[in-house]
């Protein structure tokens, strides 16, 4: 049997083969797209894994290695265009590595003072970037559907201390809001009130005044996204700003996708007025290249949303008192990893100027990616892309076709997309965020469907 906390020769050899692994992943260029298996035939090639004894690590690995790794799609292929992808940088993902390693609890500065001064820093170039007052702070915490239902509770709170319960409270919003805004609101048992979009599929300030002069009854929040994520609009912002200062409304905006567009000049002017609201998401694991999961959750006033998330208990009157910030207070969670940190050493490590760059490469490969599509004879946009989101039809194609075509591109191996439906209609839809993505691939992939 072998000793589980000692470092042993077995736990030498076993650290030699994980690291060997581990840069073998991280060098690999492209990794392997790889596929999904049904368990049936996991469970088939895995064999017993829990056991009495153990299997040992070395084949523990092996089993990861051979079986396992091979059944997860790797989010950072460069022709992975589904849903959102990932693209972590090389040094977010070495420093992974170190965070899993040293064994740090991120929800307190008692204990966790060094690296939470760090995810700090992240947090405040993040602040910087979007305009917000000095003064801004928040945490990270899991994605931006957890930092949704924060920002959330937060209002709700700040709302009760002013004004009297009414008999529903009511989150405003569009109805292309993430689906877990929607998931939010009913884990908060607060009812939703649907605001008409624009021509353009945007939210809007006016659009806004009109949903809530004819039916405002108990709104606390209302919620503005920067990036839907079906086909990557950026609402009004300034516009709803504008109306929730008037009605002294909170304004909470879902950017977990579209934030990092605010580093690309050719699309910074889509995001003005965000800097008006009161609390933020963007998830450094979407489009600022941080390996999962890390999203970034600011408040323009941390207070607020301290005085909602902090939890009161005979064991963390120390941690409470403790001078220093406490990300355990600005979020519903207490242990954390402190999953801000590959985050921050890969901006330590570049600047921020490659993340500008990596970003407008985004931008700028939705950008051609439109235009290719413009010049072909069966393929059409469903709208201009505003982000790097390129949303289009195949004409002539139902929803099986695209279906059929999608797993073809994965059986060979050649790209993991899918579609999704625009206005009621299916459409394929393209998300770019990471940089390697070589437009060559991209006309390859688009010959495919004529
Ligand atoms: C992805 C996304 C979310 C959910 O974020 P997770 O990190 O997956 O929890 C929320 N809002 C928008 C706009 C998104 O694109």
Known sequence: MQEMHAYTEE?????????????HRIRMDPPPLDRTEPSSVLRERAGATITPEGIGGEEALRIFADVLAPATISTDHPTNLAYIPGAPTKASVLFDLVVGASSIIGAGWIDGAGAIFAE???????????????????AFVSGGSAGNLAGLVAARHTASTRRERPSRWRVATADHVHSSVKL?????????????????????????????????DGVFAVVATAGTTNAGIVDDLAGVAEVCERAGLWLHVDAAYGGAGLLAPQVRHLFEGIERADSIVIDPHK????????????YREPELA??????????LETANAQEGWNPMSYAYHLSRRVRGLPFWFSLATYGTDAYRRAVEAGVRLG?????????????????????SVVVFRRVGWSAEDYATWCKRMLDGQLAFVQPTSWEGEPVMRFCFVNPGTRMEDVRRILDSMS
């Not at 939703?192 to 300030?205: C, I, K, N, P, S």
């Not at 489009?287 to 600011?298: E, G, N, R, V």
Request: charged residues 30%; hydrophobic residues 45%; glycine residues 10%.
């Open 11 to 23: 736990t030498e050899e076993l650290a030699a083969a994980i690291v060997a692994y581990a840069t």
């Open 120 to 138: 700090n820093e992240a947090l405040r170039w993040l602040a910087e970037v979007i305009g917000f007052p000095q003064g801004a702070g928040g």
């Open 184 to 216: 939010a609101a009913r884990v908060m048992d607060v009812d939703v009130l649907g605001v008409a979009h624009d021509e353009r599929g945007r939210l809007t300030g006016s659009g806004l005044a009109e949903a809530l002069g004819r039916d405002g």
């Open 287 to 298: 489009w600022l290249f941080a390996p999962y999961d890390c999203a970034a959750l600011l």
């Open 306 to 315: 301290r005085a909602a998330h902090t939890q009161e208990a005979e064991y």
């Open 367 to 387: 950008r051609e990616t439109a235009e290719e599509v413009r010049g072909r004879e069966r393929l059409e946009l469903a709208l201009d892309p505003e982000l």
